[in-house]
Structures are given as structure tokens and as C-alpha cells.
């Protein structure tokens, strides 16, 4: 079984404060999707990162894939109310079935 | 315009009723996918679809048929329908598998 194991599970911060999720595998993925979920939506892609070592930015989150391709993080500096929310992170076993296997998600709260 | 929709939003239903979860997307995807979201929001892939051919089926119960009539569509029936069947499904499509969009989901509960 394919298992992407997603840590912290649960986060509850003051704003300002940075954080940090991570994914972790035994698997080697062709690719590693991040993604937020809001109440009663569906998951929006934030960033893919393809290679190993890759370091994506957007805006106040960094994205990181591992050198062997088997995990990744998610940082965020100085959190903010908005930054709220289900993340999850998602591997793609193959690019030819487009498998994606979940982490278990991170819910993010907040605080002002 | 909404890229992936799917309807109903939300399914009330008894348990042994038969139901349809409808998808369709217009973004002119090949593939289109279903996936199950449980209580502790952990998201599963269940099957999916390039040009209308089945491309992954996962160990789901045979009560689940998914059927592609074109490739903007990819309907998800649902047989004999039991308490443990209680979840959020979401439809997907993507060009690129790097690239998923996601509907917002149909909320099933099973009584």
C-alpha cells in the first residue's frame, strides 16, 4: 500500500507565526501536488513540484520536493487569518494513470 | 463558468436505494476521475477515465459503476447503497495529471 504520511494533522496558531507541513514516503513520486480545501469545496491546486530539490514560491508559502523524490514540505511565514484552512499534499505514482495518493491533511487555523 | 460541476450538492438517502452523482466538466480534459472524501477528510481515488476508457479502478465494491458517455462527462452510479457509503465525492479532470481541478462536491448521506 501506497501511504503518504502528512504531519501535523491538526495546527492552531497566532498570526504572524510561521509553520511548516511536511509529507513524507517510502514511494518515489513522479510528482507532488499541494493543495487547499475550504468548508464545502473542492481541493484547489496551490503548486506542482516535478524535480527533486525543487523549491517553489508563492507569495508567503514555500514549497519544497525532496532530492529523492519521496517527500515534501510546505512552509508558511507569518500566517495569516486567511491562510485558514484544509491543506493537503498529493503524489503522483504515474504520470500515465495520473494516481494521485493523499496525505492525510493539515487543518490550519489562524488566529487573529 | 464553473470548470468542473457536479450535481446533486447534497444526497439524502435511504440504505439499499440505488442513486447518480452527475460530473461534467468544460475545460476539454481527457481524463476525468471520482474520488471519495471520508469524515476525517482523507481523500481516495476510486476510478478514472482517458477519452471514455477506464484507467484506474480501485478496490471499490462493484456497486459503484462509473459511466463516461463523452469525455466532458463521467457519471458515478451507485447500487444497493449502504451506511458506510457516507461520504463527500468529488469529480476531477485534468490535461495534465500534474494539474487536477476539482468540483465542489456531493455530499452523500446514507440513513
Known amino acids: 500500500t501506497q501511504l503518504l504520511e502528512q504531519s501535523p494533522q491538526f495546527l492552531s496558531i497566532q498570526e504572524g507565526e510561521n509553520l511548516t507541513v511536511y509529507c513524507n514516503s517510502s514511494s518515489v513520486f513522479s510528482s507532488l501536488q499541494w493543495y487547499r480545501q475550504e468548508p464545502g469545496e473542492g481541493p484547489v491546486l496551490l503548486v506542482t513540484?516535478?524535480?527533486?530539490?525543487e523549491v517553489k514560491k508563492l507569495k508567503r508559502l514555500t514549497f519544497q520536493f525532496g532530492d529523492a523524490r519521496k517527500d515534501s514540505s510546505l512552509h508558511i511565514t507569518a500566517a495569516q487569518p486567511g491562510d485558514t484552512g484544509l491543506y493537503l499534499c498529493a503524489g503522483l505514482l504515474s504520470s500515465n494513470t495520473g494516481k494521485l495518493i493523499f496525505g492525510q491533511g493539515t487543518t490550519l487555523q489562524v488566529k487573529p | 463558468d464553473t470548470a468542473v460541476s457536479q450535481t446533486p450538492k447534497y444526497l439524502v438517502t435511504q440504505m439499499g436505494n440505488d442513486k447518480s452523482i452527475k460530473c461534467e466538466q468544460n475545460l476539454g480534459h481527457d481524463t476525468m476521475y471520482w474520488y471519495k472524501q471520508d469524515s476525517k477528510k482523507f481523500l481516495k481515488i476510486m476510478f478514472s477515465y482517458n477519452n471514455k476508457e477506464l484507467i484506474i479502478n480501485e478496490t471499490v465494491p462493484n456497486r459503484f459503476s462509473p459511466k463516461s458517455p463523452d469525455k466532458a462527462h463521467l457519471n458515478l452510479h451507485i447500487n444497493s447503497l449502504e451506511l458506510g457509503d457516507s461520504a463527500v465525492y468529488f469529480c476531477a479532470s485534468s490535461q495534465d495529471p500534474n494539474i487536477q481541478y476539482f468540483g465542489a462536491g456531493t455530499r452523500l448521506s446514507v440513513l
Open positions: 513540484v516535478v524535480t527533486g530539490g
